[in-house]
């Protein structure tokens, strides 16, 4: 069965530092999305991406991030210059469609982590 | 700004029992309403995806909506202890936009 998948499982890197986080959608998906997930709360929705461009972003989605699909394969999170509050997991879930029945399937996740 | 509210629990049951856990929502043009299932440290993975005002079933669980009541619950039938996980409401539009989830409800199921 098709899966979203995600890289790497772990990262850790310095306050200030730059990460790039990947993500394969299922092949044949069109809308992509990325959640954060801070350890003991809920899961956030930051941006979805369809057509090479951003459709929506939430106010957690600031100037710090930016998404990428570099090629036909890949949908990449960059956080610029992270802080320990980007310390969380991150999911990439992709979706064949963007009608309301579209359902969204999830990645592993990323655990960042910002020392 | 959209809510989506879920007791956090631990809602406990005791092994093949029924589980109801329930969710409430604020924006009345929500259409489209999903149950996922979390394992802690693991992603949310589908369980089901109800549309329409009353009840849809899949095996032991059933989903119910009430529009007018703004409400989706799902009962988990014959519980099992590994049914014991996080359960999570999510809410969305026509389109799918803003995709919100709640805070989750932890299950626990006592052998």
């Known amino acids: 069965e098709p899966e979203v998948t995600q890289t790497p499982s772990h990262q850790v890197t310095q306050m200030g530092q730059e990460v790039i986080l990947r993500c394969v959608p299922i092949?044949?998906?069109?809308?992509f999305y990325w959640y954060r997930q801070i350890l003991g709360q809920k899961v956030e929705f930051l941006v979805s991406?369809?057509?090479?461009?951003?459709?929506?972003k939430s106010e957690i989605f600031d100037d710090q991030f930016s998404v990428e699909r570099p090629d036909g394969s890949n949908f990449t999170l960059k956080i610029r210059s992270t802080k320990l509050e980007d310390s969380a997991m991150y999911f990439c879930?992709?979706?064949?469609?963007?009608?309301?029945?579209?359902?969204?399937?999830f990645g592993p996740g990323t655990r960042l982590t910002v020392l | 700004q959209k809510e989506v509210e879920q007791n956090s629990g631990p809602l406990s049951v005791p092994e093949g029992a029924i589980a109801s856990l329930n969710c409430t929502y604020s924006?009345?043009?929500?259409?489209?309403f999903f149950w996922y299932r979390q394992y802690s440290g693991k992603s949310p993975e589908l369980i089901m995806s109800?549309?329409?005002?009353g009840d849809k079933e899949d095996g032991r669980f059933t989903a119910q909506l009430n529009k007018a009541s703004q409400y989706v619950s799902l009962l988990i039938r014959d519980s099992q202890p590994s049914d014991s996980a996080t359960y999570l409401c999510?809410?969305?539009?026509?389109?799918?936009?803003?995709?919100?989830f709640g805070p989750g409800t932890r299950l626990s199921v006592l052998p």
């Open positions: 879930a992709s979706s064949a469609g963007t009608s309301g029945t579209d359902t969204q399937y």
């Open positions: 092949s044949n998906h069109l809308y």
């Open positions: 991406f369809y057509n090479n461009e951003i459709s929506e």
């Open positions: 924006d009345r043009g929500s259409q489209s």
């Open positions: 109800i549309y329409s005002n």
């Open positions: 999510a809410v969305t539009g026509y389109y799918g936009q803003n995709f919100v």
